[in-house]
């Protein structure tokens, strides 16, 4: 049972444009939202989080949308860049316990220069 | 600042021997460390999660007696994939988190591969 979904596996935006990533979850539970970024052959890095008591935070050219009642999450980058190419995460935690992390199947994103 | 680094980044073994991992949180300390594995075109997957000085918490499917995981203290966990198959070949990342935060560093992974 895959609990956050990134339904589309790949998106190609031109530079300069909006780039709009989306990822769906199902477990109501989850509380903490993230986005990382990787590079072929990296480990991911940490891009944004959002808590779930908020609908929007930005940071520089990103920014994560939550919609708590449809159960979805969105980044924007703004003006997309080439640098921006790679795949991004969706992931989703719970708080208490030990605060695993869920993580989405990715959608890999290329910005066409 | 909350970078993680990983040793080695790439390793290549035979089928029989055993192959440790290490991941250490550089500039900070690591209460909770996480190693995941991925393998190509899927998502990461997460094998297990140790708090410092306790026993590792595995995920359903994942052999405890084949990944042995220690987290000895606040900036080190190992991870040892013991007796290697050539099915263990993957990409293992691990990634730390300090002690009430939620967001998790990465590593830079290490590529495995067993012949």
């Known amino acids: 049972d895959q609990q956050v979904k990134q339904n589309s596996p790949s998106l190609s935006v031109q530079e300069g444009r909006i780039s709009i990533l989306n990822c769906d979850y199902t477990?109501?539970?989850?509380?903490?939202f993230l986005w990382y970024k990787k590079y072929p052959a990296e480990g991911p890095t940490f891009l944004i989080s959002i808590s779930s008591i908020k609908d929007k935070n930005e940071d520089g050219r990103f920014t994560v949308f939550l919609n708590k009642s449809a159960k979805h999450l969105s980044l924007h980058i703004v003006p997309s860049q080439p640098g921006d190419s790679a795949v991004y995460f969706c992931a989703a935690t719970l708080r208490g316990g030990y605060q695993k992390v869920t993580f989405g199947i990715g959608t890999k994103l290329q910005v066409i220069p | 600042g909350a970078v993680v680094s990983q040793h080695p980044s790439w390793v290549i073994c035979k089928s029989g021997t055993s192959v440790k991992i290490e991941c250490r949180s550089l500039d900070f300390q690591a209460t909770t460390m996480f190693w995941y594995r991925q393998f190509p075109k899927q998502s990461l997957m997460l094998m297990a999660t140790?708090?410092?000085?306790?026993?590792?918490?595995?995920e359903q499917g994942v052999e405890k007696d084949k990944f042995l995981i220690n987290h000895a203290s606040l900036t080190l966990s190992t991870l040892t994939v013991t007796s290697a198959h050539p099915e263990d070949s993957s990409f293992y990342i691990c990634?730390?988190?300090?002690?009430?935060?939620?967001?998790?560093?990465f590593g830079p992974g290490t590529r495995l591969t067993v012949l």
């Open positions: 477990n109501s539970m989850f509380d903490y």
């Open positions: 990634s730390a988190r300090t002690s009430g935060r939620y967001t998790q560093y």
């Open positions: 140790s708090n410092e000085g306790s026993k590792a918490t595995y």
